[in-house]
């Protein structure tokens, strides 16, 4: 669990300092350029990945009927895909999405096996090469935002060759990724969860201008300290749960305890970003203050709405989870869309605040529903 915390943090504290170089380099317009790279790219994830990330957490789950899936060649086809549809550097969704893909199954097996240490080394590298690569791009005065693109990139490079060498990632020879009947149960899931945390950044580069997009990650990711170790928190939930009955009012202990921890950090991080990081970005950020409170308040309530889908998945019928997220995905697209055409950037600041209090308490109807076995 301590693992998994650090690394967190170390990928949090990254992507707060990338954000400020990329924000006072780049400016909201190209700003929203590499974001729209990078929310496009979780949103293609789950397609290539088809669940196994999410079963790979489960001690219990099936480990049997394997397919093997090429995870390097799928990746290679969104790549040709996105660039006969595009023609210009948008194209580097595909190693993105490689690079996401990879660590995902990877740090679901580490939680699982609570064997951190080739996570370790490729997470370590793959967020020091962007603060690196990002550095020097801000010491150059580079202004291209599809350079700053390449920062999340190139990393998948050096992943492919430690994963080809170290026989301990176990992702099989080629790089595939094992899938099974319970990673496909949990795909609708894995997609849906993208749906409620990334198509709102998606829909908001689409309907709105660019600089919107810019404005909003310039505040959301100087939130994402807390939804990172909320990811983790939960993951290592699920890693050691296995089996038994669901109990509503246990999960409900649990995330009265987890806000005393969460509305701290979100508290500390709002007036951070409100006294010391907007001025930093400069007078060009500063419409940017409005989405300070909406998305605070979302990071809380996402952290809380992660552990309650961690409880179901760790518990005796993970399926559940699927109806969680599909349902809560199901009410994020039409908010989604209606809250970002009308209010652009605090339409989707509002909205998404909204999506993630009634997937919380979807996740938290549906505790002990259905099928479980006594303790």
């Known amino acids: 669990m301590s693992a998994g915390v650090l690394l967190s943090a ?26 729209f790279v990078l929310q496009a790219s979780y949103l293609i994830v789950p397609f290539v990945l088809l669940g196994a990330e999410r079963v790979a957490l489960r001690r219990s789950g099936d480990q049997g009927s394997f397919v093997p899936v090429h995870l390097t060649s799928l990746c290679l086809l969104v790549t040709v895909a996105v660039f006969a549809l595009t023609r210009d550097w948008t194209a580097l969704i595909g190693p993105v999405v490689y ?37 020097t791009l801000y010491l150059l005065k580079v202004q291209d935002w599809f350079m ?23 992702l099989g020879r080629g790089m595939f990724v094992d899938v099974s009947a319970d990673s496909l149960k949990l795909l609708p899931a894995s997609i849906s969860a993208v749906i409620v945390t990334r198509l709102d950044r998606v829909i908001l580069g689409i309907l709105a201008p660019e600089s919107q997009l810019g404005l909003y990650v310039s505040v959301a990711t100087a939130t994402e300290v807390l939804t990172w170790l909320a990811n983790s928190l939960g993951d290592h939930r699920v890693s050691t749960l296995a089996g038994g009955r669901d109990r509503r009012g246990q999960l409900m202990g649990i995330l009265a305890r987890d806000c005393l921890i969460f509305i701290p950090i979100a508290t500390v991080a709002g007036l951070t970003i409100w006294l010391w990081l907007l001025p930093l970005l400069g007078p060009a950020f500063a419409s940017a203050a409005p989405l300070i409170l909406p998305l605070c308040l979302a990071a809380v309530m996402l952290s809380l709405y992660r552990q309650a ?10 399926t559940r989870v699927t109806v969680i997220e599909v349902s809560t995905a199901a009410v994020a697209v039409p908010v989604y869309f209606v809250s970002i055409y009308y209010g652009a950037s605090q339409g989707a600041a509002w909205s998404s605040l909204v999506v993630y ?7 938290i109807a549906l505790t002990g529903r259905g099928r479980t076995n006594a303790d």
């Open 148 to 170: 700053w693109t390449l920062a999340y990139a190139l990393p998948a490079i050096p992943i492919v060759v430690v994963a080809g060498l170290r026989r301990n990632i176990k």
């Open 10 to 35: 170390l990928a949090a504290g990254v992507a707060f300092i990338t954000n400020i170089l990329i924000s006072r380099e780049l400016g909201p317009d190209s700003r929203g350029e590499v974001a």
């Open 357 to 363: 209090a009634i997937g919380l308490m979807i996740g």
């Open 99 to 135: 690079t996401i893909a990879t660590l995902a199954v990877l740090r679901s097996r580490s939680f699982r096996d609570n064997q951190f240490s080739t996570y370790t080394l490729l997470i370590a590298g793959y967020q020091l090469t962007i603060l690196a690569f990002a550095v």
């Open 309 to 318: 889908v961690s409880y179901n998945l760790g518990r005796h019928d993970p």
